[in-house]
């Protein structure tokens, strides 16, 4: 593979893993696949498009506040719609998710509009490009996606392995009735889940929009990256990194040498080809499956 | 009972935002009492392509609502009724179904993807009812033998032989034989058949041309798509897309660092993007004049967007706008009573004088005859013009003008 392909595959498996990572959090809290992951993405952009009134002087502070109200959001969505489902059958909080993401995207269309935005432009910010070694060029945001994915990545593992709270999350996503048991508040726990993982969405939405555009419909993202933790295992995080290269690899060998069209329909082919050669993923659970 | 109620609340409001409906206000001024003309719309105003069709269909809002004021059609006002289809071929059709049967509508505008014009139109059939499609025409309108029922009405885009003729001129004049043209469609089926006919022209005339077909909706990275463009030395690109996906791929192309020029068509036709790229690589074609030329009808539709009041800035509003002063130029020549029969005749023979506005150059006027549901189409190429910081025409306007389905007739008039 040339520099520019290699360039590519890293910055579309940085985008998957974002998003990929926040499915797996939620899964492994609480046993959903949250199909409204994608519009929370596209939420936070918007914000993020909000808040550029600020001025492009406090971009950190604007970046730091749409990822805090899509964390906020997230939280509450759980606290207010899944936690009242519990002990209903995972397929009723499944289908409870997209009827979600169809109110989120609705509402966006009527505070937003369907046109498209362009954040930066109204901050007066141009995406630079950079050179890589090997002739690879990419942008400044996308080359910034990919150091906020390692750091969101890496910030999470640590997170679940070392702070208290987040070994609080593990223990509860286990076992919910014995670390119930010990003291440990499970829905503020899996609550906190669906946070980080609005957050992971929320930043590949700050990235989408700030290097593409921003409309409603870029929560079809979400869904697209769904392939990522079916592929890598719902319950593993190292799995859905590995998995968002393999799809971002696939999808532009695709595009490359095959055909553009084939960029659509790649993840969805990696979803189809793990349900049927390896339906619990390369790193999940095979007791999982049930579940799901 | 509390998760009862719970459910039920969350299922009226999914409800609420799953059937998006406007009803277009039946003229408040006194002078409109009159009985309406009732006027049906389906447009794809949530969904995939809702950042073209949404801000389209409020200019058209906003021009019936600013012909209500001003007293209707000799007293009548027009009831303009709009649903979402949210591109959805199926929804499209049964909506229609609903404005014929339950609103009694005259006719529906079908403002989508055109993939929605047929559902729409199988419809209108038994009723006799015309259908006005503002998108992409197709060869079921154009001449000699158009469909009697079907009329084209946007002038945001051309038939399939037309779309592309001005970009494929003018190409061709300025990189000349053996340039090096990579074209974008999107995976629908009126953007891939003009682009398909596009590059044909361009290799007819010598240039090297080469089609991409962008996946529906577009993936999150076009940098593979763009890539081929580079790979292939482009110098020209161009593209009979929808907004989303040709913005996309001409940013991936600028981010690679591509440094040829892109021809945008008239679906990006708005200042606002010219505007936004400030890029003497950038030349878009419009179909109506835009704002930067200050003609009359940017001051009527300032001020209607001030009274009246718009979510979406002014230059989107112009396609609509042109598209209502085509439906008011209809209903006058169905006069008062109009049935569904008449306004087809009236329709059949229409006339707009669009060049008295100035959304078009002066003189100039759309005419639909019995055989040609197209009619002629003007489009003019700006830029950005960096040295005076404003929006600047490229050479005069163009007359398409098709001659047959996919042959086009393409003249240069107007002033440089």
């Known amino acids: 593979m040339d520099a520019q392909l290699v360039a590519q595959v890293v910055v579309l498996a940085a985008f998957y893993s974002l998003i990929g990572t926040g499915y797996v959090l939620v899964y492994r809290a609480s046993r959903v696949l949250n199909l409204a992951n994608g519009e929370l993405l596209m939420l936070c952009a918007y914000f993020f498009f909000s808040l550029t009134v600020l001025g492009q002087d406090l971009l950190p502070l604007v970046v730091l506040l749409a990822l805090v109200l899509v964390a906020m959001l997230a939280g509450v969505i759980y606290l207010a719609t899944v936690r009242p489902m519990t002990g209903y059958p995972v397929f009723s909080i499944v289908l409870m998710t997209v009827g979600l993401a169809i109110v989120l995207r609705g509402l966006a269309e009527l505070v937003w509009t369907a046109q498209a935005r362009y954040p930066l432009d109204v901050l007066g910010i141009t995406n630079q490009t950079l050179q890589l070694p090997g002739g690879a060029v990419i942008t400044v945001v996308e080359a910034g996606q990919v150091v906020a994915a390692v750091l969101f990545i890496g910030g999470v593992v640590a997170f679940l392995r070392v702070a208290r709270i987040g070994m609080q999350m593990r223990a509860a996503a286990e076992h919910p009735v014995l670390a119930s048991q010990r003291g440990v508040n499970i829905h503020m726990a899996f609550a906190l889940s669906w946070a980080l993982a609005a957050i992971g969405a929320g930043i590949a939405g700050l990235a989408f929009a700030a290097n593409v555009r921003l409309e409603p419909n870029i929560a079809e993202q979400g869904l697209r990256a769904l392939a990522v933790p079916l592929a890598g295992g719902l319950t593993s995080i190292f799995g859905a990194v590995i998995a968002s290269l393999l799809v971002a690899t696939s999808e532009n060998l695709a595009v490359q040498y095959a055909d553009p069209l084939l960029a659509g329909v790649v993840p969805y082919l990696v979803i189809l080809a793990f349900i049927v050669l390896r339906p619990w993923g390369l790193l999940g659970e095979k007791e999982e499956l049930e579940r799901v | ?416």
């Open chain 2, 1 to 416: 009972m509390r998760r009862t109620l719970f459910f039920l609340a969350l299922s009226l409001l999914l409800a609420a935002c799953g059937a998006k409906q406007e009803v277009g206000t039946p003229g408040a001024s006194p002078a409109a009492t009159g009985e309406p003309y009732n006027v049906g719309a389906v447009a794809a105003i949530t969904g995939p392509v809702a950042s073209t069709y949404a801000p389209f269909t409020e200019g058209f809002r906003l021009y019936i609502r600013h012909l209500n004021a001003r007293g209707g059609i000799n007293g009548h006002p027009v009831n303009l009724v709009v649903k979402d289809s949210q591109a959805n071929p199926a929804v499209a059709g049964a909506l229609a179904k609903e404005l014929f049967e339950s609103n009694n509508a005259l006719t529906v505008v079908m403002l989508g993807p055109s993939s929605n014009i047929l559902p729409v139109l199988e419809q209108a059939k038994p009723l006799g009812a015309a259908v006005l499609s503002a998108t992409g025409c197709i060869d079921q309108q154009a001449p000699p033998d158009p469909d009697p029922l079907l009329f084209c009405t946007a002038l945001l885009a051309g038939g399939i032989g037309s779309h592309l003729a001005p970009a494929v001129e003018y190409i061709a004049q300025q990189g000349g034989p053996g340039a090096k043209v990579f074209l974008s469609a999107l995976d629908i089926p009126s953007s891939r058949a003009i682009v398909d006919d596009a590059t044909k022209r361009l290799q007819a005339k010598g240039l090297e041309a080469r089609m991409v077909v962008v996946p529906n909706p577009p993936p999150a990275d076009l940098g593979p798509i763009a890539r081929q463009g580079i790979d292939f030395g482009a110098q020209w690109g161009t593209g009979g897309a929808p907004e989303e996906a040709t913005m996309a791929l001409f940013q991936a192309l600028q981010r690679q660092g591509w440094r040829g020029t892109w021809v945008g068509d008239p679906p990006i036709g708005y200042d606002d993007i010219l505007e936004r790229f400030k890029s003497d690589q950038f030349v878009v074609f419009f179909g109506v004049s835009p704002l930067a030329e200050r003609k009359p009808f940017h001051a009527e539709l300032e001020a209607a967007a001030r009274e009246f009041g718009s979510a979406f800035p002014v230059p989107r509003l112009m396609y609509g706008w042109a598209l209502g002063v085509m439906v008011e130029s209809a209903l006058r020549q169905c006069g008062w009573p109009c049935d569904r029969a008449k306004f087809q005749q009236a329709m059949n023979n229409l006339e707009v004088d669009y060049g008295a506005t100035g959304i078009w150059p002066a003189g100039a006027k759309l005419k639909f005859t019995p055989t040609d549901h197209i009619g002629q189409r003007y489009f003019r190429l700006y830029k950005w013009d960096s040295a005076s910081n404003r929006i600047v025409p490229v050479g005069p306007w163009y007359r398409v003008e098709h001659t047959g389905k996919r042959e086009v007739f393409v003249s240069a008039v107007g002033q440089q």
